[in-house]
Structures are given as C-alpha cells and as structure tokens.
C-alpha cells in the first residue's frame, strides 16, 4: 500500500471512529460493552464536534473523496442528532 493511501485509509478510519462512537451515543446502534441501546446527546455532540473540528483543520489538504465522505458523516450525524433530539423532547413534554 502506497504512503498516500495508508493515509487516506487512516483518515477514513479515524472519521468512523467518531461516527461510530456518535452513532452509539445516539441510539442508532448498541453499546457493544452493555449490549443496550443507549442515548448520551452531550457525548454524541462532542463526537460530531471532533469531526467537524478534523474536517476545518484538513481544509484544503483532503481528497475530493476524503471531503465527500467527512461531508457525507457530518451531514448524517447532524440530521439524526436533530431527530433524537427532537423526539426526546417530545417525550420529555409528555
């Protein structure tokens, strides 16, 4: 494997790092250490931050394909913190 794509493999593993560990926070898929569904919004935000924190310092040194896929992530995560988010508080007003 060439140097630019053990890189590029490590970034994208880095990012779904995060993604995973957001996705975990929010609900979407099981604590793999309780085996249980569990909701944690200030650690999936925090999560989703370290994301966009790497995608503005890579700014300008990323491939096309590694800004589609950090894009893509963010973009997802976003979309799915809002609907938690949204559906906690509607259970929470009941």
């Known amino acids: 494997m060439t140097n630019d794509r ?3 493999a490590l970034f994208f593993q880095m990012i ?3 993604q995973a ?3 975990q926070h929010l ?3 099981e604590n793999m ?3 249980k569904i569990e909701y944690d919004l200030e650690q999936a935000r ?3 931050d370290m994301i966009d924190m790497i995608r503005k310092k890579t700014e300008g040194n990323r491939t096309p394909e590694e800004t589609t896929f ?3 992530v963010l973009r997802e995560l976003r979309l799915i913190y809002v609907k938690v988010k949204n559906s ?3 259970q929470n007003s009941k």
């Open 21 to 23: 560990a957001a996705m």
């Open 16 to 18: 779904m790092s995060f």
């Open 88 to 90: 906690q508080s509607e």
């Open 6 to 8: 053990q890189q590029q």
């Open 46 to 48: 925090i999560a989703i």
């Open 70 to 72: 950090i894009e893509d």
């Open 33 to 35: 250490f309780s085996n």
């Open 27 to 29: 609900g979407q898929i």
